[in-house]
C-alpha cells in the first residue's frame, strides 16, 4: 500500500459510484482524510440506463464536473418515447425550467470523473479492493476488511471514525450491519440487462430521444450516449431469464420481437460491448443496526429505474450525507442520533419521487394504457411530461 495503513482514516467509503464517489469528493474537500474502495479498475462499465435527467446538472455544478461533462461527448435528451407491441407510440418532452437537457452519458466517463477529481482532491482512491465486510469493535463500526485484486487477494483492514457503504444494491456491509425492506412486494421479480449497440441511423432513435418499448411485464430502454453508440437498457421478469437459461441474446432476440420498434433496432445494430447484468430490482430501503456506518446512494434506498432518477439522486444523496458524516467526525457521542437525523432527510427529501416512480412504473409497464393513453394526442403527453416533472426538485439552481 503506497499509505500508511495504521494510521486510521477520517471516513472509509465501499463503492466508488456516483454516491460514493461524490461523497468522498465533498469531504476531502472539506479537509477529511478519506479512503474509497471498489473493486473495478476505472474506467470501468456498469448496467445503467445512462440517462440522467436535466436535474443533475446543478449537482454537478456544484461538484465541479459540469464542465468536463459538458465536454464529454455527452447526448443532450429532450424527449421520452414510449412504444408498444401494437405499435403505438406516445412522445413527451422534458422541460426543465432553465431550458437544459437530459444527459446521454455512460457510465465508464461518468464515474470516471469522478473518481479522477475525488483522486485530485485528495481521496485514496484503492481500486480493484472488494469490502467483504466491516470491522466491528464494542458494537461499534470501525472500518472495513477488504481483499485485493478486486476480491481475490489478500484481506486487509482500514480503519476509519466513520464508515460508509456506497457499494450499490445487495451491498455486503448494508447486509452484515442493517435491515433492508421491500417496498415492492406485488410484483414479479426483475432482472436488469444492458448492452452498447452500434445502430445505424435509419433505426436508431432520433436524436434527442430516449426510448422505452414496452414488451411482455418489462421494457427495453434505449439512450444514445457519447461516441455515436446506442445504450440498450431492459428491465424484465427474472422468469425469462430462467425460460432463457440466461442466454441474454436469445432473450433478447425473442422479447424484442414483441415491439416492432424495438425489434428493428435490435435486429439492425451490431454490439459494442458485453452485456451487464443484475437480478433482483427491487425498491427498497435500509436502516443500520450498528452505530458508525452510513449508508449512501442505492444502500440507503433505491428507486424504479423506469423514471431516469436513481443517478441524480445518488449525486443529490451525496448531498444530504456530507453535512451528518462531517459531523460525526466532529462529535463521536452523537452518531446515534445523527444516522437517525440523516435517514430522515434523506426520506423527507426523496420518499416523494421514490413513490411518483412507482405510480409510473405500474402506469406504463402496460402497454394497453399506452395505447389508451396515445388516442389522447395533446392531453396524454402534456401529462407525462408533468409527471416526469412532478418527480424532480426545483429549480435545478445551476
Ligand atoms: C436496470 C436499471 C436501469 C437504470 N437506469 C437508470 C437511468 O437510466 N438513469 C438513472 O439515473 N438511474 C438508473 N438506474 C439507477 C442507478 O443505476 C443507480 O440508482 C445508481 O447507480 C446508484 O448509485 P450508487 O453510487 O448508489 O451505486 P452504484 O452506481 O451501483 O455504485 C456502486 C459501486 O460500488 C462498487 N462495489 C460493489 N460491491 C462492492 C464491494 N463489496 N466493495 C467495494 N465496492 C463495491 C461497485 O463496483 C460500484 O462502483 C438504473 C438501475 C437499474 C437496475
Redo the contacts with the bound molecule.
Keep these: 500500500m503506497p499509505f500508511d495503513v495504521s494510521l486510521p482514516f477520517d471516513v472509509v467509503i465501499?463503492?466508488?459510484?456516483?454516491?460514493?464517489?461524490?461523497l468522498a469528493l465533498r469531504l476531502a474537500r472539506s479537509g477529511a482524510r478519506v479512503a474509497l474502495?471498489?473493486?473495478?479498475r476505472f474506467p470501468?462499465e456498469?448496467?445503467?440506463?445512462?440517462?440522467?435527467?436535466p436535474e443533475?446538472w446543478g449537482v454537478l455544478d456544484r461538484l465541479g464536473l459540469a464542465q468536463d461533462v459538458e465536454r464529454s461527448g455527452y447526448e443532450p435528451i429532450h424527449r421520452v418515447r414510449l412504444t408498444t407491441p401494437r405499435a403505438r407510440v406516445l412522445e413527451a418532452e422534458f422541460t426543465s425550467p432553465d431550458g437544459l437537457p437530459g444527459i446521454g452519458l455512460g457510465?465508464s466517463v461518468l464515474?470516471n470523473l469522478l473518481v479522477q477529481h475525488a483522486r485530485a482532491a485528495g481521496v485514496e482512491v484503492i481500486e480493484e479492493?472488494?469490502?467483504?465486510g466491516p470491522i466491528v469493535l464494542q458494537g461499534r463500526v470501525a472500518g472495513?476488511v477488504?481483499r485485493g485484486s478486486g476480491?481475490g487477494g489478500d484481506p486487509f483492514e482500514l480503519r476509519a471514525t466513520v464508515t460508509v457503504a456506497?457499494?450499490?444494491?445487495?451491498?455486503?456491509?448494508v447486509r452484515q450491519t442493517g435491515t433492508t425492506r421491500t417496498r415492492s412486494r406485488f410484483r414479479p421479480r426483475?432482472?436488469?440487462?444492458?448492452r452498447h449497440l452500434n445502430v445505424p441511423d435509419t433505426t436508431a432513435e432520433p436524436a434527442g430521444t430516449?426510448g422505452l418499448h414496452l414488451v411482455s411485464g418489462g421494457y427495453g430502454?434505449t439512450?444514445r450516449i457519447e461516441g455515436g453508440l446506442t445504450n440498450l437498457?431492459?428491465?424484465l421478469p427474472e422468469s425469462a431469464l430462467r425460460a432463457h437459461r440466461g442466454q441474454l441474446d436469445r432473450l433478447a432476440g425473442n422479447l424484442f420481437a414483441a415491439n416492432p420498434a424495438l425489434a428493428r433496432l435490435w435486429e439492425t445494430s451490431q454490439p459494442a460491448g458485453p452485456w451487464k447484468t443484475?437480478a433482483g430490482?427491487r425498491v427498497e430501503a435500509s436502516i443500520p443496526r450498528l452505530p458508525g456506518i452510513f449508508y449512501?446512494?442505492?444502500?440507503?434506498g433505491?428507486?424504479d429505474?423506469l423514471?431516469?432518477?436513481?443517478?441524480?439522486?445518488?449525486l443529490l444523496?451525496g448531498e444530504t450525507i456530507a453535512p451528518f458524516v462531517t459531523a460525526a467526525l466532529a462529535s463521536d457521542a452523537s452518531i446515534g442520533s445523527l444516522q437517525r437525523a440523516y435517514r430522515a432527510a434523506w426520506h423527507r427529501r426523496f420518499d416523494r419521487r421514490i413513490r411518483l416512480c412507482r405510480l409510473f412504473h405500474h402506469i406504463l409497464i402496460n402497454p394497453w394504457m399506452i395505447d389508451l393513453a396515445s388516442a389522447f394526442k395533446t392531453v396524454a403527453p402534456q401529462l407525462l411530461t408533468a409527471g416526469f416533472e412532478q418527480t424532480r426538485d426545483r429549480p435545478t439552481n445551476r
Design positions: 465501499a463503492g466508488a459510484g456516483l454516491a460514493g464517489g461524490s474502495l471498489d473493486p473495478a470501468r456498469k448496467l445503467c440506463g445512462e440517462f440522467l435527467s443533475a457510465r464515474d479492493a472488494r469490502v467483504t472495513v477488504a476480491g456506497a457499494e450499490g444494491r445487495h451491498s455486503t456491509l426483475l432482472f436488469g440487462m444492458k430516449v430502454g439512450c437498457c431492459a428491465l443484475v430490482v449512501a446512494g442505492d444502500c440507503q433505491t428507486i429505474p423514471g431516469g432518477q436513481g443517478m441524480t439522486m445518488a444523496g
